[in-house]
């Protein structure tokens, strides 16, 4: 799942039922459809992950 920074306020709707509001300022992590339609439509950025490298068995962080 992307992680991503909401610059303005965000509404997503995963159902026609429930709506997830994220607030201007947030860091999240996020389903990637929300990640797209917010990113879309100017309201998040993308950020980059920390990701672990394994090597022979050891966790090298980059």
Do not use: H
């Amino acid at each position: 799942m992307p992680r991503v920074r909401f610059i303005a306020d965000f509404d997503y709707k995963p159902t026609p039922q429930s709506t997830v509001g994220y607030l201007a300022g947030m860091e999240e992590v996020v389903k990637r459809e929300c990640a797209e339609q917010a990113i879309a439509v100017g309201k998040a950025v993308a950020v980059p992950t920390k990701r672990k490298e394994v090597t022979d068995g050891e966790a090298v962080s980059r």
